[in-house]
């Protein structure tokens, strides 16, 4: 049974609910306005929680829109099932674990999920980046100053030192691990470099 809605539209629990009407549209009972499929998978992806309902007989209609969901998102080009997965998934309809599996791919989603985050938290604080900062923006200012220090040592320049902005920030050690790749690499092209100038 549906749970009961509050004046702003949503339920007890905070959950939008979303009614569908019998000419399929879909009705977004917070904000009072119709919505679509492409609407609710930005509030799934945004982390807000709702639930559809049949407008009529009240029926909970949100897994059968949930798989609709995917549906749209396969069949316009952003595959993320693999065929030999979903083929696998059909099988276990009728099978004696099928009463699992729910559960174990929950439990695997949300597995994935939190090592997903830890490895963001964990270069985020490898680069030193303030919050916002992505790791495309730390990997173009390393390149910048690698290519102005490198300027600077071709023949005409060779005899300016290279400036403290050139070199990549040493503040902390937490930097150094996921970096020294980086930094031997960016330290074999200026020796290389080096060698290049003091032949000119």
């Not at 009614?19 to 679509?36: D, E, G, M, P």
């Not at 998978?41 to 945004?46: G, K, Y």
């Not at 992505?134 to 600077?152: P, S, T, V, Y």
């Not at 920030?169 to 100038?197: C, K, S, V």
């Amino acid at each position: 049974m549906a749970e009961k809605k509050s004046a702003d539209g949503k339920t007890a629990d905070g959950v939008v609910v979303i009614k569908k009407y019998a000419n399929r549209r879909l009705y977004n009972t917070a904000t009072s306005a119709y919505v679509t499929l492409d609407d609710l998978a930005r509030m799934v992806r945004d982390g807000v929680e709702f639930q559809v309902f049949d407008a009529k007989s009240n029926e909970d209609l949100t897994r059968q829109i949930l798989t609709q969901i995917i549906f749209e998102e396969e069949s316009r080009g952003e595959a993320l099932l693999p065929v030999q997965f979903l083929r696998q998934l059909i099988g276990f309809y009728g099978n004696p674990m099928q009463n699992v599996l729910p559960s174990y791919l929950e439990m695997s989603l949300e597995s994935f999920t939190r090592q997903q985050e830890q490895f963001r938290s964990q270069m985020s604080r490898a680069l030193g980046a303030a919050p916002g900062a992505g790791l495309m923006d730390e990997a173009i200012k390393h390149n910048m100053a690698m290519f102005q220090q490198a300027m600077r040592m071709w023949p005409g320049m060779a005899g300016a030192a290279p400036t403290p902005a050139a070199e990549p920030a040493r503040e902390t050690g937490a930097r150094a691990d996921p970096l020294d790749e980086m930094r031997r690499q960016m330290d074999e092209m200026r020796a290389q470099i080096d060698r290049l100038a003091r032949k000119d």
